[in-house]
């Protein structure tokens, strides 16, 4: 009697302290609900996630947040998680979005930068920039790139030929020409939440 006692109040205390354990830089628990700040810059080197009340960086993504929409300022619930066994090459926490609970839109007119290649591991770096007809795309079929003068388009095209390019030399392993490329943007007021104007590009070779 007396090593059942001691048993089930062993178990007990193993699942209190795992019900109490807490992860990444905010110490939130599995399965913790919390309020976070979405930015209106969607895709930016400056898309910060906050966790709110503070502002505070949320240090892990947002998952699941198929609604947001580029221009718009989003406060939102989500649910933070933690995989016991995360899967390949992902992260071992990360917030779970559940409902928006307000939307407002951006009307300032700053410019934020993107960067049109991002590495992957496995993979290697990739070109972020598609083209259907004559415009193009930072997302397909969500966020376009239109451009603010003939030279811009100019490098948007160059940057798409090295694209099809690539995809054509596949087998060889062909990487994109530049180390890097950033562009300064603003939001396309003419297509507001679905483009941004692309004012400058930066080549890194």
């Not at 709110?52 to 993504?61: H, R, W």
């Not at 990360?94 to 307000?102: A, D, G, N, P, R």
């Not at 939307?103 to 992957?120: A, C, H, R, W």
């Amino acid at each position: 009697m007396k090593n059942l006692l001691l048993l089930l109040l062993t178990v007990f205390t193993f699942v209190s302290c795992k019900k109490s354990e807490r992860y990444g830089p905010l110490n939130l628990k599995n399965g913790q609900e919390v309020e976070l700040l979405v930015s209106h810059r969607y895709g930016s080197d400056n898309d910060l996630l906050l966790k709110l009340p503070g502002n505070v960086d949320a240090g892990a993504s947002l998952s699941g947040f198929d609604q947001r929409e580029p221009g718009y300022t989003y406060r939102v619930k989500a649910r933070f998680n933690r995989d016991e066994v995360p899967l390949q090459d992902g992260p071992e926490y990360y917030f779970v979005f559940e409902k928006i609970l307000s939307k407002e839109q951006y009307k300032g007119n700053e410019s934020f930068t993107v960067q049109l290649i991002t590495s992957y591991v496995p993979g290697g770096p990739v070109i972020k920039l598609s083209k259907t007809g004559n415009e193009y795309y930072l997302i397909p079929g969500k966020l376009q790139l239109t451009y603010a003068n003939s030279s811009i388009q100019n490098e948007l095209e160059e940057i798409w030929l090295n694209v099809q390019e690539i995809r054509a030399n596949s087998v060889k392993g062909q990487r994109p020409k530049w180390k890097a490329i950033k562009a300064t943007v603003v939001h396309d007021p003419q297509q507001f939440g679905k483009a941004y104007i692309v004012q400058q590009i930066q080549f890194v070779n």
